[in-house]
């Protein structure tokens, strides 16, 4: 993701909308609440997948010490303050949805409805 599209990156991801958390495993959930407490952990499998692909969590794989392959589940908050963006103010939610839809058109983005309108 470029550098420029930070903002409207945590600005959706940080949104807290129904498509991020419908049909959450209750496994998924507990792993949120983790990485939300903790600021991060490491993670694999299919909740951390579940996480990653609903932007609830920002995601970067890497190898264990035995060789496996896991992800480390960072929430959105964490990642702001860690890379000194805590306090940059945010684009509206819907301009930020709008940019990466004009950026990236044929992406199947999870907020868009089947109709091709945005659900909150």
Known sequence: MQERLWPELQAV??????????????SAEALHKLAVGEGEVPASGADA????SRLLVR?????TEAGHHEKRLECWEHWAQRIGFADRALPPVAASKAAFE???PTAKWLWRSRRGRSSA
């Open 102 to 104: 004009r950026i990236y």
């Open 13 to 26: 991801a940080t949104a807290h909308e129904r498509w991020q958390f419908a049909g959450l495993t209750k």
């Open 59 to 63: 995601a970067e794989p890497f190898h």
């Open 49 to 52: 997948r579940l996480l990653e």
